[in-house]
Nanobody, 116 residues
Framework: QVQLVESGGGLVQPGGSLRLSCAAS????????MGWYRQAPGKQRELVAT???????NYAVSVNGRFTISRDNDKNTVYLQMNSLKPEDTAVYSC??????????WGTGTLVTVSS
């Protein structure tokens, strides 16, 4: 059974930082492209960042330079370090695992609220 379990969300003030984690089980983690997506209230889900099995990264323009995605293949975990958070970063952040020829897997998400 595949599971992606996110953690690390919460309430943070503008300008603050949070680190999200997503622990995967039931898949050969190192063979998947891992990604973080977010969905704000009343908006469509959007890509935040991805990291390939080899460590290549890709970011949405809105978070480039503020967020950093990384992965630890030994721990089957992907991280999202979020700095200089803004109120518009408020959303449910979900972890995704994808690779060619396989279904995509999703976690249930963790809520990040940026507010003073």
């Amino acid at each position: 059974q595949v599971q992606l379990v996110e953690s690390g969300g919460g309430l943070v003030q503008p300008g603050g930082s949070l680190r999200l984690s997503c622990a995967a089980s039931g898949i050969i983690f190192s063979t998947y492209v891992m990604g973080w997506y977010r969905q704000a209230p009343g908006k469509q889900r959007e890509l935040v960042a991805t990291v390939t099995s080899g460590g290549s990264t890709n970011y949405a323009v809105s978070v480039n330079g503020r967020f950093t995605i990384s992965r630890d293949n030994d721990k089957n975990t992907v991280y999202l370090q979020m700095n200089s958070l803004k109120p518009e970063d408020t959303a449910v952040y979900s972890c995704n695992a994808a690779k060619r020829g396989s279904v995509r897997y999703w976690g249930t998400g963790t809520l990040v609220t940026v507010s003073s």
